[in-house]
T-cell receptor, first 110, second 118 residues
Framework: QKEVEQNSGPLSVPEGAIASLNCTYS??????FFWYRQYSGKSPELIMS????GDKEDGRFTAQLNKASQYVSLLIRDSQPSDSATYLC??????????FGAGTTVTVRA | GAVVSQHPSRVICKSGTSVKIECRSL??????MFWYRQFPKQSLMLMAT?????????EQGVEKDKFLINHASLTLSTLTVTSAHPEDSSFYIC??????????????FGAGTRLSVL
């Protein structure tokens, strides 16, 4: 069983719509949860971190964490063509070592 | 500006040669750095944890004699791919843990090195 699983995608949404990304993890000891955005040929860049149950909003991005269900999600509101990228969910037991999901590729259609 | 500097950004080499990749922490000292590998269309896989002044810790299935890691100072870790073969062609990325919000650590990634072995 994979440690971190993401919805397979690719996900295509029209400009201005909401993109919804999901992630589940297997290690109940996980404490830190991250969403990274990776453009083709580039290294990942952190867009959201979340550590406690509930929602966390940052601009057009909202992360949701439910530790009981071992579930993390990311919503991208008012999607823009520049949001087209692969989104990686990462989980860590200790703030240091990260386990990444396979990623979900999002395409925002203009 | 960049927190982590990784060089070179791209390497093309012949099979059997060795390639050294550098990862520098620019803003803070790092006793620990991480090396990841990413094959096309796949996610990042942690290869090893680089420890300043001591041996690196390798993840299961990663050959320590093939991927040599040296963390000689608090700002520099190097990954040497020895006797590279075409199957070693990949995107290698280093990361440095740093201070994020609420005292939590976050990982700062280098720009990555695209290795192509002919």
């Amino acid at each position: 069983q994979k440690e971190v699983e993401q919805n397979s995608g690719p996900l295509s949404v029209p400009e201005g719509a909401i993109a919804s990304l999901n992630c589940t993890y297997s290690d109940r000891g996980s404490q830190s949860f991250f969403w990274y955005r990776q453009y083709s040929g580039k290294s990942p860049e952190l867009i959201m971190s979340i550590y406690s149950n509930g929602d966390k909003e940052d601009g057009r991005f909202t992360a949701q964490l439910n530790k009981a269900s071992q579930y993390v999600s990311l919503l991208i509101r008012d999607s823009q063509p520049s949001d087209s990228a692969t989104y990686l969910c990462a989980v860590s037991p200790d703030d240091y070592k990260l386990s990444f999901g396979a990623g979900t590729t999002v395409t925002v259609r203009a | 500006g960049a927190v982590v500097s990784q060089h070179p950004s791209r390497v093309i080499c012949k099979s059997g040669t060795s390639v050294k990749i550098e990862c520098r922490s620019l803003d803070f000292q790092a006793t620990t750095m991480f090396w990841y590998r990413q094959f096309p269309k796949q996610s990042l896989m942690l290869m090893a944890t680089s420890n300043e002044g001591s041996k690196a810790t390798y993840e299961q299935g990663v050959e320590k004699d093939k991927f040599l890691i040296n963390h000689a100072s608090l700002t520099l870790s190097t990954l040497t791919v020895t006797s590279a073969h075409p199957e070693d062609s990949s995107f290698y990325i280093c990361s440095v843990p740093g201070q994020g919000a609420r005292g939590k650590n976050i990982q700062y990634f280098g720009a990555g090195t695209r290795l192509s072995v002919l």
